[in-house]
């Protein structure tokens, strides 16, 4: 949401928590607007309408957990899907492509987990353990920022290419290719790890002020 639309979605939960015969403090706005803001209002709203519509749980003055459920599914739900992406892409294109999913967080997780090909040289009684890590790395980086996600995940053609000075193949889109597209330029242009030895920082704060001697006093 815009914060131009913070008075607009202040009415839409008051009027909501009215329904419930419910008030709303000023503390409780700021939670639910802090909480949902990166949504988009059309978004909220109908999460909102769809939980009053619940016949179990509309009964009930809805959380923010609720609405964002109802919005984008639990986390659960959006690592499960993921996974259903990386599993087929594995299958389906293998290890020598190299890919760009439209879900920068996947990136991110199997960057942590040594990269597409590495993913790929996985037995197959190992995918389960496989599916669970990426699962929980996926889950962890959806509310941080993706920092170290590469833009496009390195198949053994264009490594061995690259390596030898050849020319390198396009990479497979996976998923929407307009999403996909919006990830590498994304991620190509996103801060990366920074690294910072000790000496270097010690050199460059600040220095610490003497505390005055009161040996003699």
């Known amino acids: 949401m815009q914060p131009t639309e913070s008075e607009k979605f202040r009415t839409l939960l008051s009027g909501v928590a009215s329904f419930y015969r419910a008030e709303v403090s000023t503390f409780q706005l700021s939670i639910w607007w802090e909480t949902l803001r990166s949504f988009d209002m059309p978004a909220v709203e109908d999460a909102f309408l769809r939980h009053l519509k619940n016949p179990d749980n509309g009964q009930f003055m809805p959380k923010p957990a609720d609405i964002i459920k109802l919005i984008g599914g639990s986390n659960a739900d959006s690592a499960q899907i993921a996974w259903t992406k ?12 190299t890919v760009i999913f439209d879900d920068p967080i996947i990136h991110a997780a199997l ?7 590495e993913l790929s040289r996985k037995e197959d009684d190992a995918w389960p353990f496989v599916q669970r890590e990426f699962e929980n790395r996926y889950r962890g980086y959806r509310n941080m ?10 198949g053994l053609f264009e490594f061995e290419n690259t390596k030898n000075g050849h020319a390198v193949a396009e990479p497979v889109l996976l998923g929407d290719p ?7 330029h994304r991620l190509s242009d996103a801060p990366r790890l920074t690294i910072t030895h000790l000496s270097d920082a010690l050199r460059d704060a600040a220095p610490i002020p003497k505390l005055p001697d009161r040996s003699a006093a």
Not at 89 to 96: I, K, L, M, T
Not at 145 to 154: E, I, K
């Open 86 to 97: 990386v599993d087929r892409a594995v299958r389906h294109v293998g290890p020598y492509q």
């Open 111 to 117: 960057a942590d987990m040594g990269g597409w090909v």
């Open 145 to 154: 920022p993706q920092l170290g996600a590469v833009p496009r995940l390195v």
């Open 178 to 184: 307009h999403k996909a597209m919006q990830v590498m």
